[in-house]
C-alpha cells in the first residue's frame, strides 16, 4: 500500500435535524474507508450551535448509525463540551494579531455590498473593523457592543504563506497529490462568533488535530472550506490531514439533500419499510465492491 498508515477517520454530524442520505453515504463512505485503511471511524458531535441543536436529534444520529450497522469508539466527543479547547486555539492567534474584533450585524455588511461573495454565496466582509484603532475598539465594548472576532486574512497568509491541501481518491492504493488552497477566496472569515465563543472552522480543525484524524472524509459541498482549514492549521501548528471529498446525493430535482430543505430523513425512510440492507445498497455500499464516486 502506498499510502502512510493514517488510521484514524471521523464521520462529524451536527445534531440540528434528522439525518438523511446525503449523511448516511458520508458515514458509510468514512466507514469502508476505515475499515480499508486497517483503521478506526471516529463519531463526533458537532453541536456547537447550541441553539439549533436537540438532544433528541443526538440520540436519532446514534440510532441511526447504529441501524446502518455501523459502530464507533467510546466517548464520543461532544463540541459543546470543549469551548475551552477552541479558546485556547483562538487565544494564540489573537497572541500574534491575526484576529480582529468586528461589530458588523450581518444587515451592515449587506448593506456595505460590493465587494463579492465568498464559496457559500455570502457577501464578503469588506473590512470595516479591520482597522478600528484600539481606542475605538474599547470604547465598543465598553458600551457593552458585542464583537464576532475574524481572521485578518492577508495578514494571516503572511505568515502561512502558500497553504496546500493533501489530497487521496477514494482507493487504498492512491498515492495523495498536494494543490494550492485558495483560502483568500473567503476573506475574513469569523473564527469566534458573537453568541459561541468559537465558529465551525476554529472547532473543527482543533478537533480533528486533538482526536489524531489522520485522514478526512467528507461531501464535495466542504470542498471550499478545506481551503480555510489547511490554513489555520499551518497558522496554529496542527498536523495536517489527507482529505478526500466525495460526491453529494441529490434528490429528484438534482437538488443537494438537506436539513434545512427538509429532505427525507432516514427516519422517514425506515418509516416506510426501508431496510438498512436496502439503503446501503441504494448508495452503491454493496458488502463485496461499493460503487464510490
Ligand atoms: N458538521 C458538519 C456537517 O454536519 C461536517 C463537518 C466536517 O465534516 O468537517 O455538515
Not at 494571516?156 to 492512491?174: C, F, G, Q, T
Not at 471529498?245 to 419499510?273: F, I, N, T
Amino acid at each position: 500500500m502506498s499510502l502512510p498508515s493514517l488510521p484514524i477517520f471521523r464521520f462529524a454530524p451536527s445534531p440540528n435535524g434528522r439525518l438523511h442520505l446525503g449523511h448516511a453515504y458520508s458515514a458509510l463512505y468514512t466507514d469502508h474507508w476505515a475499515r480499508a485503511m486497517g483503521g478506526t471511524m471516529l463519531l463526533r458531535i458537532e453541536d456547537i450551535d447550541i441553539g439549533r441543536c436537540r438532544p433528541e436529534f443526538v440520540e436519532a444520529i446514534f440510532d441511526d448509525l447504529r441501524w446502518l450497522g455501523l459502530d464507533w469508539p467510546q466517548p464520543v466527543r461532544f463540541q459543546s463540551h470543549h469551548f475551552d479547547d477552541y479558546q485556547g486555539a483562538f487565544a494564540r492567534l489573537k497572541a500574534r494579531d491575526l484576529v480582529y474584533p468586528c461589530f458588523c450585524t450581518r444587515a451592515q455588511i449587506r448593506a456595505a455590498g460590493g465587494s463579492g461573495t465568498d464559496p457559500d454565496g455570502a457577501p464578503l466582509y469588506p473590512g470595516t473593523c479591520r482597522h478600528l484603532a484600539p481606542e475605538e475598539r474599547e470604547r465598543r465594548f465598553a458600551a457593552g457592543e458585542r464583537a464576532q472576532w475574524r481572521l485578518d486574512i492577508e495578514a494571516a497568509l503572511r505568515v502561512a504563506a502558500h497553504p496546500a491541501i493533501r489530497e487521496a481518491m477514494p482507493d487504498p492504493d492512491s498515492r495523495p497529490a498536494s494543490r494550492a488552497a485558495d483560502p483568500a477566496r473567503w476573506g475574513d472569515v469569523v473564527l469566534v462568533r458573537k453568541d459561541i465563543p468559537t465558529s465551525y472552522h476554529l472547532s473543527v480543525v482543533v478537533d480533528d488535530a486533538l482526536q489524531g484524524v489522520g485522514h478526512v472524509t467528507r461531501g464535495m459541498d466542504l470542498y471550499a472550506a478545506t481551503d480555510i482549514h489547511v490554513l489555520l492549521q499551518g497558522l496554529l501548528g496542527l498536523p495536517p490531514p489527507l482529505y478526500t471529498h466525495h460526491r453529494l446525493v441529490l434528490d429528484r430535482d438534482a437538488d443537494k439533500l438537506s436539513k434545512s430543505r427538509r429532505s427525507e430523513s432516514l427516519g422517514d425512510l425506515r418509516e416506510k419499510g426501508w431496510s438498512a440492507a436496502a439503503v446501503r445498497h441504494h448508495l452503491g455500499f454493496e458488502e463485496a465492491s461499493p460503487r464510490f464516486t
